[in-house]
């Protein structure tokens, strides 16, 4: 079970800020989300409730904020969409290894995001290619974002299979929250957003995917299942083995 932001593509910093930001300026608002303040609004998940809770937190009142929020997230999907289809954002370093391993295993792979289909599946077909993923669920299917564990429910539901079978891979604490409430072994794999975020209930912290030039540091490997210096599909087998209650 894969997330996307943060996890599978580098796509918050560099895409999704400078789209709000666009979005913003073509609506003739002088808000801008410089990239420190981006990583304090990203605490909220979901596109449309950061920018809700981001006027509200300016004192904007309810009837006038949701209706700006909402078209403001509209235009902000067509420009992220543009973003990503000139090839800007890119996989994370060892993703593409790492999904090639999966697949070469025969591991069924559902992605699990609080992002909207309307940009992910193209993205993620660029990327990626769509038939990998047996399951994609975003926030159209699963509209209670992250930490809620619906689009994980539904992503097992869609496969399928129950909890203790199938590890997520995740970025953020509301993706482990998420995780960990649907029944699942939760990997964390940090970024340069999420690297201070708190991680206890992980059972694997690694600070990169890692691949044949970069090993990646383990942050936390409650199970001792001690990786290689990489995501390896050997690791995920045993994390499922040892169970996520195991620690
Ligand atoms: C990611 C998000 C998303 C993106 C933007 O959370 O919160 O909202 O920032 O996508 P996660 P949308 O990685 O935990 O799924 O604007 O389409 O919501
Ligand atoms: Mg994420």
């Known amino acids: 079970m894969l997330d996307v932001d943060g996890t599978l593509v580098d796509s918050e910093r560099d895409g999704h800020r400078v789209a709000f930001n666009r979005a913003f ?8 989300w410089d990239v420190e303040r981006y990583g304090e609004l990203l605490t909220v998940t979901g596109g449309e409730r950061r920018l809700d809770a981001y006027f ?7 009837d006038e904020r ?3 929020a909402s078209s403001l997230h509209r235009r902000k999907t067509e420009l992220f969409t543009e973003i990503a289809s000139q090839g800007e954002i890119e996989p994370r370093r060892g993703v593409p290894e790492f999904l090639d391993e999966l697949a070469g295993a025969g591991v069924r ?3 699990a995001t609080t992002g909207s289909r309307r940009w992910v599946d193209p993205l993620l077909e660029r990327l990626f290619g769509l038939e990998r993923f047996e399951a994609i669920i975003g926030s159209e299917e699963a509209p209670e974002r992250k930490p809620d564990p619906s689009a994980y429910e539904l992503a097992l539901k869609r496969l399928s299979l129950s909890a203790p079978a199938a590890p997520a891979v995740e970025d953020s604490n509301n993706g482990l929250r998420a995780a960990k409430a649907a029944g699942l072994a939760c990997v964390i794999v940090t970024n340069d957003y999420s690297r201070e975020q708190d991680f206890g209930d992980a059972d ?6 890692g691949d044949s030039e970069s090993r990646a540091s383990v942050l936390a490997d409650p199970h001792r299942l001690e990786p290689p210096g990489r995501l390896d599909v050997d690791t995920l087998r045993r994390l499922v083995a040892a169970g996520p209650s195991a620690r």
């Not at 300026?25 to 801008?32: I, K, N, W």
């Not at 509200?56 to 309810?62: H, K, L, T, V």
């Open 109 to 111: 792979l559902a992605v």
């Open 25 to 32: 300026e073509e609506a003739g608002l002088a808000d801008r």
């Open 204 to 209: 694997l912290v690694l600070d990169g995917f």
């Open 56 to 62: 509200q937190e300016q004192g904007m009142p309810a």
């Open 66 to 68: 949701q209706p700006l």
